[in-house]
């Protein structure tokens, strides 16, 4: 392990500690200064106040001040390590030390590219692969594979923001093939960010054909998703830290208030109407 691998795992770690500082001292004042009665515009003067709470800055900062050191980080690794001066050069040189461990975000400005072109570069199998072009799936085939599909989400049962979905993942590849119907499926937006475990960067829900089709019957995710999708307030983020905590629906139901206002973003509000929908 060499100075850069050190310092980047104290700078990740640091910048962990302060993210559950912050989370902390989010829940912690939303516990002292809220209720289940609260309206939303009550709950929006609430959150202000918290934001211009001196704490609150000074954890901000702090946070800031570590994602800078990282920056700069990154930057120096270049520098010294990565003689060639093309953006896909460093991109690859980066992901190469880093791995899947630096977001997107931070190689855009370690090179100075577009996000769009950052995000061309993959991990797979251990090697750097960049994303070839390739066309978007036609209208036609879209039209055939919502009509197979009755103009429906295959998971849910949703009519609305509906989206084709690449069973085999397309990363990395432009192999016409993995456009054929067999490899198409009707998602609807919610649902096609599950299928892809809440990142399109990052793997699928499920390992291969098969286990997709199982995966749109009954596993634990999407049962929790229906649960939660109509509780207002609930988003896909909040969704995906209550996956993080409970591994299945009973878990859930088993949950009580004070467990659930740990879960990151959920307040004690939330937290009584999650109780309230299950429990109806």
Known sequence: MDGFEISFLQLKFQKKETIDELWIFT???LDQNSNYDMECKDELELLKELEFSN?????IEKLNSTQKLLNQLYIKFLNEECSSNLKKDKITALKEKFQDRIRTSEIVIAVGCSKSYAMQFYLIDGKIEQKENRRAISTEIKKEIMKRDNYSCVVCGELKDLEIHHILAIRGSSIRKLDDHENLATLCKECHHLAHKGDYNYGLAYENSENFWEWTQNIEKTK?????KDIHGIGLKITENIYDKYKSVEELQNADIRSLTR?????????????FKLNS
Do not use: D, G, P, T
């Not at 704490?55 to 954890?59: A, C, G, T």
């Not at 879960?263 to 109780?275: E, F, H, Q, T, Y």
């Open 27 to 29: 829940q912690n004042y």
């Open 55 to 59: 704490e609150f800055k000074n954890l």
């Open 224 to 228: 929790m998703w229906l649960i939660l």
């Open 263 to 275: 879960i990151r973003l959920v307040n004690k509000s939330m937290a009584s109407k999650i109780k």
